[in-house]
């Protein structure tokens, strides 16, 4: 990224406003009442997610950045997300809809005022325009939860999007073979990247082989139709705990209707598409699954070596394909389409190993921990990572449909409970290389 201040001035007020053109698109196309609503217990109501972006922005580029006094002072713990569980946050006194949308508009007409004369230099959260990068990325993470709560949303479509383009172009083998050695994994170069992805460090990781593509939904469903919800075999013990308490048959959103598979997507029933990448299981689903096809979850290692190493190179990529910024022709990324692309899809945006839609179409669960690379510094404040680390989360990376690019690189890391389902989640299977004969 270059460091000319007005280049990073514009990229800057471009990633905020495209940020908040998503935020309006998803609380204006629904009525108040859904707005207020709870739509599961596992989400806020979107009136919460609003004004929490217009908060954090306040917090960090008001009062932070510009040096202000604060705008609001009564509501910062009402937007605290460490204060408040998801469950209990319908009965905090919240901003009403009118309101929010005038608070978090109020703040952004004085946050670009903001960034028109900042240096952008002179310490971490101004160099290269870090913390407004932060707060657009902040905004875009809780867009991408908003559209889970649409998805969770019950009631008539109300987002419409088109397909993704059929970009597919022939057969491609089952799987990669990733050789042994080591690469660089993590970032200290992206200015943008958040403190878990940091710092680059190198990691050595045998011989694998990888899916070249996600896990499709009709591979899924011949794990289904085997009989796999019903057999302890494939199942961490946690994870069979599950699947009897709540009775689960298939991902979240599936039901069989007529001999067939339906979902629900958005407001819309319809037929599962057998050659999308499978979307809404849990971990534990994951895990299953490729036991049963008697492979594993990559670890969250492997997973970056396969995306971004440059073998020919010797260097890790920022993204799979290169160093060059997403375009509609390489990932399924910004909310563009509103499901995953058919698996296979996307040459353009293939790794240098060949493996394919590593960014964007559905997040991807690695066998992973989350836990901080060797030399972790906690920055700007430890909430984000730091007291997440060494609990019960497991990784996830790649992004999703739902992901901007802003928030999407080849070393963002995401996590989330073994249980979760709701979000966009999906994943690719690895195995052990055979070792060569003597």
């Known amino acids: ?141 809780h867009d991408e939860t908003m559209l889970i709560t649409h998805q969770l949303r019950r009631g008539p479509a109300v987002l419409t999007a088109p397909d993704p383009p059929v970009t597919s172009d022939g057969v491609l083998p089952h799987e990669v073979l990733i050789p042994a050695g080591a690469f660089t994994m993590g970032t200290s170069a992206e200015p943008w990247a958040l403190d878990n992805e940091r710092p680059a460090h190198r990691r050595l990781v045998p011989a694998f082989l990888i899916d070249t593509t996600p896990v499709s939904n009709g591979a899924y469903l011949n794990f289904i139709e085997d009989g796999g919800y019903h057999d302890p075999r494939w199942w961490a013990a946690e994870g069979w705990d599950q699947i009897r308490r709540h009775g689960l048959q298939a991902p979240l959103f599936w039901r069989r209707e007529g001999g067939r598979w339906l979902r629900r997507r958005f407001g819309v029933i319809e037929p599962v598409p ?57 990932a399924n990324l910004g909310q563009r389409h509103l499901r995953p692309a058919p698996v296979g899809s996307y040459p353009e945006g293939e790794s240098r190993y060949g493996v394919r839609q590593m960014l964007g179409d559905v997040w991807e669960w690695t066998s992973s921990d989350f836990l901080p690379y060797p030399g972790f510094r906690a920055f700007p404040y430890r909430e984000y990572s730091e007291v997440f680390f060494g609990g019960p989360y497991k990784v996830l990376r790649g992004g999703s449909f739902a992901v901007d690019p802003v928030a999407c690189r080849g070393t963002f890391r995401n996590w989330d409970l073994p249980v979760r389902r709701q979000i966009f989640s999906g994943f690719r299977t690895a195995r052990d290389a055979e070792p060569e004969a003597s």
């Not at 919460?48 to 510009?66: M, P, S, Y």
């Not at 440059?310 to 799979?320: C, H, M, Q």
């Open 1 to 141: 990224m270059t460091d000319d201040p007005e280049t990073l001035r514009a990229r800057a007020a471009d990633a905020l406003l495209a940020a908040r053109a998503r935020t309006e698109l998803l609380t204006s196309c629904v009525e108040e009442d859904d707005l207020t609503a709870q739509h599961s217990p596992l989400m806020s109501p979107l009136v919460w997610d609003l004004a929490h972006i217009g908060n954090q922005e306040e917090l960090w580029l008001w009062r932070a950045v510009g040096g202000h006094d604060p705008l609001r002072p009564e509501i910062d713990s009402v937007y605290d997300a460490f204060q408040h569980p998801r469950a209990e946050r319908p009965s905090l006194p919240l901003l009403a809809p009118t309101e929010a949308r005038g608070y978090v508009a109020d703040v952004r007409g004085r946050v670009l005022d903001i960034l028109e004369r900042a240096e952008l230099r002179g310490g971490p959260l101004l160099d290269s325009g870090f913390a407004f990068g932060m707060i657009a990325q902040h905004e875009q993470q």
């Open 274 to 330: 057998l050659d999308e990448p499978v979307l809404h299981v849990s971990w534990y689903e994951a895990d299953a699954y490729a036991r049963w096809a008697g492979r594993r979850l990559p670890s969250e290692a492997e997973w970056e070596k396969a995306a971004r190493h440059d073998p020919i190179a010797g260097r890790s990529l920022r993204y799979p394909w290169g160093d060059q910024d997403p375009t509609p022709d390489r």
